[in-house]
């Protein structure tokens, strides 16, 4: 049955406007962000390196934003639970997530039911990266790397190497050792960092591939030996380490680490939260604070970085596949 003339024209009047109301409200919105409190999710446990990096950026970035930012611990399955949970956040710009090369370039090749993939995300801004260290108990008779590839090959026994987990960053960077060195170690995964550690420390697995905010304090009181790091440069406050690169395994992967944020951000939106997390990285306080904890500082416009996150989901899917890494 056909409608009656005039009220066709009555309901399309009513959806012209609503339509110019929708239209008119989006850009209203996005002018008047932030009006309630920023959500930061970190995906890992409350106290580890990560965490310390966001809470310390956070009030810095809520002063900037004039709104509170509040930062919320969300651990476990190397990182994939947090960034579920943020990836089905409104995309609005008021739930942020602490992206890393775990949860975002590595578990989404591993882990087909993570609850987000590559597109999930839009990048925001970098915080830069963590240089791991290839750390070893001090009762590994090895002073520098090629010490180490020699024991290891020599060894009547696999040397065992530990990680936080299955496909953590940890692994994938101790497989490329590996690879890279032609050499056989023994993977023991644990639960964490914190466990990792002491087992270390303990003696009960021979090395880990770890980050240096975690290892520094126990390589200077002498319960563990660094051997390398895996950086393009030696690190500032550690000039004698030399880098594995330097020593003949040519592994240079970062490890990288910033903010993303549900995919469909509003490109105004997007800008501000940008330009606020910049000027927090920019200010002297911060950039020496973020220093002292070996943050190398990895700069970028928003665009760029969106490239570079893309990029790294592609180079270290590679290096997952040339390891055989799987989570079976």
């Known amino acids: 049955m056909t409608l009656p003339h005039r009220v066709t024209r009555r309901t399309f009047a009513g959806a012209v406007a609503l339509l110019a109301l929708t239209t008119a409200v989006l850009p209203a919105a996005a002018a008047d962000f ?117 024991l290891a090959r020599n060894s009547r026994e696999r040397l065992s190497f530990g990680s936080w987990g299955v496909g953590s960053s940890g692994q994938v960077l101790g497989e490329s050792v590996k690879a890279a060195a032609g050499i056989d170690l023994l993977h023991v ?59 003949g395994v040519n592994v240079d992967i970062n490890t990288w680490v910033g903010f993303l944020a549900p995919a469909q951000v509003p490109p105004d939106v997007l800008a501000r939260l940008h330009k606020a997390i910049q000027e927090v990285q920019a200010s002297p306080q911060i950039a020496e604070r973020l220093r002292q904890l070996q943050v190398v500082p990895q700069p970028m416009n928003q665009a760029d970085y969106q490239s570079f996150v893309d990029s790294e989901y592609d180079r270290w899917g590679k290096v997952i596949q040339q390891a055989r890494i799987t989570l079976e």
């Open 34 to 150: 932030p009006n309630k409190p920023v959500r930061i999710i970190v995906p890992w446990p409350a106290g580890g390196g990560g965490d310390v990096v966001v809470r310390l950026m956070a009030p810095a970035i809520a002063e900037r934003l004039n709104t509170p930012v509040l930062v919320e611990n969300r651990p476990g399955a190397t990182g994939t639970i947090g960034s579920a949970a943020a990836a089905k956040s409104p995309a609005d710009g008021y739930t942020l997530v602490y992206g890393t090369a775990d949860s975002n370039s590595i578990m989404p090749h591993l882990l087909k039911n993570a609850g987000y993939d590559r597109k999930a995300f839009v990048a925001i801004a970098p915080i830069g990266f963590f240089p791991y260290a290839l750390a070893v108990h001090p009762s590994v008779p090895a002073a520098n790397l090629q010490e180490f590839v020699q």
């Open 189 to 247: 995964p644990f639960q964490g960092t914190a466990p990792l550690l002491n087992a270390l420390v303990g003696g009960q697995i021979k090395a880990a591939m770890l980050p240096m905010p975690l290892v520094e304090q126990y390589a200077k009181a002498g319960n563990i030996r660094l051997l390398g790091v895996v950086a393009p440069d030696r690190l500032p406050g550690l000039p004698a380490l030399r880098t594995l690169k330097e020593q």
